[in-house]
């Protein structure tokens, strides 16, 4: 599987912005995908994480209720849409897929080691 992170850029602080995962392979549809961020000087965290059906999402406290992930498998796309953007949002941000057992997510499909393919990266910068 190879993916494709694209959508990043600047945006006022409230501001809305979405971010496209683009993926390839046939296999896609059986991949966890999930969406993780690092800023500048700081570790790379956990953002949000689907199922490969779809119908299991998890989210960090951080960006719950304002970020919605989704995926569309046919068109081999998983979307993180960001709403009431905040300036510690600003990070790179990278989407990544990896194979689990079960197709629900949880708090074992936050570790970054849990995914073997990874995105290039896109920049989301909120400015105050």
């Known amino acids: 599987v190879q993916l494709q992170a694209s959508g990043g850029g600047l945006v006022q602080a409230g501001g809305s912005l979405t971010l496209s995962c683009a993926a390839s392979g046939r296999t896609f549809g059986t991949y966890t995908v999930g969406w993780f961020r690092q800023a500048p000087g700081k570790e790379r965290e956990f953002v949000a994480c689907?199922?490969?059906?779809?119908?299991?999402?998890n989210y960090a406290d951080s960006v719950k209720g304002r970020f919605t992930i989704s995926r569309d498998n046919a068109k081999k796309m998983v979307y993180l849409q960001m709403n009431s953007l905040k300036p510690e949002d600003t990070a790179v941000y990278y989407c990544?897929?990896?194979?689990?057992?079960?197709?629900?997510?949880?708090?074992?499909?936050?570790?970054?080691?849990?995914?073997?393919?990874w995105g290039q990266g896109t920049l989301v910068t909120v400015s105050s």
């Open positions: 990544a897929a990896g194979l689990m057992s079960i197709n629900i997510v949880g708090s074992w499909s936050t570790g970054a080691d849990r995914y073997d393919y």
């Open positions: 689907i199922s490969w059906s779809g119908g299991s999402t």
